[in-house]
């Protein structure tokens, strides 16, 4: 299957929805409530409040200074503490966790090197090619989760011809299945990752549903302890996305933080991933920073927004994943976040028979991806015995 375009599968399905309200339209990941509407509205107050000066003149490169500390402490938050004793940290504004992943692989990666991720995924080669790089899969899952010893070995032939590896690791909520690494995987991975001591190693940790974790949001920052037993040929560099944490996804705000080992780390974070910024897109749109800026001024009271939204996904998600085992529809191991993957042998015929019932997902290499975020929990009910009935009659 070639690269698909979900925002092209989401406007079809946008457009048939206006004239038949019956349409299930679960493409894309943005998050609705189940009164259908998508701005949060301590988002959109801050919006009303934004200063139109601060706003319209040219922001700083990396966001400014108040920018760089309020994402570092928005995802650290009660890690920070802890992880200052071990790591140097920066931090820059981006458009979206896009941008944030794009500088990973400019600054980062050399042309003609490859990229390792896994072979469910978002679709992170738009970036990795935009880099003139290649990736190199390794596969998800085995019959019991993570699949520790396919990922070491694609690992350490990739550590065989290149000296820098950039491994993307997108965790909690994963785009598309909705798996959340144990602990006990993250610690094996960070073990195998220590091991490559020859090589120097780029822990991309692209955490962008990481907001919406059923756990909640302190749970959701435990893979940072296990963060403190790397070595220092393991830099990490954390790509968010305020898309997602604050229901913006037109704003176009992420962040890209670095937790460096030493000067040299930090230096080339502070030269080169701005650099790079400056070749790309000069400062990120100063209305999301200035959204972001006021929020984390009252983030307990907009943590409590958020655990809403999280509540009514968990939801949402529960009852999808029940009646998919009812149905015995199969699903891939789902533990919170936007989407669903269905398993399914021929993903672009199935999405042509769903799409003649009015049901839109998006066609995936190994199964058909529901956004659950999109649609509403009414809307959900039936939804997995209703695929089934089409997809396996
Ligand atoms: C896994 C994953 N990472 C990063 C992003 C980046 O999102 P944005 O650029 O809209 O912040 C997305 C968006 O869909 C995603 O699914």
């Known amino acids: 299957m070639g690269k698909i375009d979900i925002l092209k ?197 692209d955490l962008a549903y990481f907001d919406y974790d059923p756990r909640g949001f302190n749970e959701a920052r435990t893979t940072f302890d296990y963060f403190m037993d790397l070595k220092d040929h393991v830099q990490v560099l954390v790509c968010f996305s305020a898309s997602k944490s604050f229901a913006m996804y037109g704003v176009r705000l992420g962040g890209l933080i670095l937790l460096g080992h030493n000067e040299q780390h930090y230096k080339f974070f502070k030269k080169h991933v701005l650099d790079d910024a400056l070749g790309k897109w000069s400062t990120a749109p100063s209305v999301g920073v200035g959204i972001f800026n006021q929020l984390s001024s009252q983030k307990d009271l907009y943590i409590e927004e958020l655990n809403k939204l999280t509540s009514t996904l968990k939801n949402r998600g529960d009852i999808f994943i029940k009646e998919a085992a009812n149905a015995k529809l199969e699903t891939y191991p789902y533990r919170g976040g936007f989407f669903v993957l269905v398993k399914s042998e021929d993903p672009e015929s199935d999405f042509e028979k769903l799409v003649s019932e009015g049901i839109y997902l998006i066609p995936m290499e190994k199964g058909l991806r529901i956004a659950i975020c999109g649609i509403t929990t009414k809307e959900v009910i039936g939804l997995a015995g209703k695929i089934k009935k089409i997809i396996q009659p």
Not at 41 to 52: E, G, M, N
Not at 111 to 139: C, I, P, Q
Not at 178 to 191: A, C, P, R, T, V
């Open 9 to 205: 599968i989401a406007k079809i399905a946008q457009e048939k929805k206006k004239t038949d309200p019956s349409i299930i339209d679960a493409t894309i990941g943005m998050f609705y409530n189940d009164e259908q509407r998508l701005v949060i509205p301590a988002v959109a107050k801050a919006f009303y409040k934004l200063d139109l000066f601060e706003t319209f003149k040219y922001g700083a490169t990396d966001g400014g200074v108040v920018f760089e500390n309020n994402v570092i402490d928005w995802v650290l938050d009660t890690k920070k503490d802890v992880l200052k004793s071990k790591f140097k940290f920066a931090g820059i504004s981006t458009p979206g966790g896009s941008g944030a992943l794009s500088l990973v692989f400019n600054s980062y990666g050399s042309v003609g090197e490859k990229v390792l991720v896994s072979d469910l995924r978002w679709r992170y080669e738009y970036f990795v090619s935009a880099a003139k790089m290649g990736v190199l899969e390794h596969r998800l899952f085995d019959q019991d989760g993570f699949n520790l010893k396919d990922f070491e070995k694609q690992l350490t032939y990739l550590a065989s011809i290149q000296k820098r590896v950039i491994v993307v690791i997108n965790d909690p909520c994963h785009n598309p299945t909705g798996y959340q690494l144990s602990g006990d995987e993250w610690i094996s991975i960070i073990k195998i990752l220590n091991k490559f001591d020859q090589n120097e190693i780029i822990l991309t940790y």
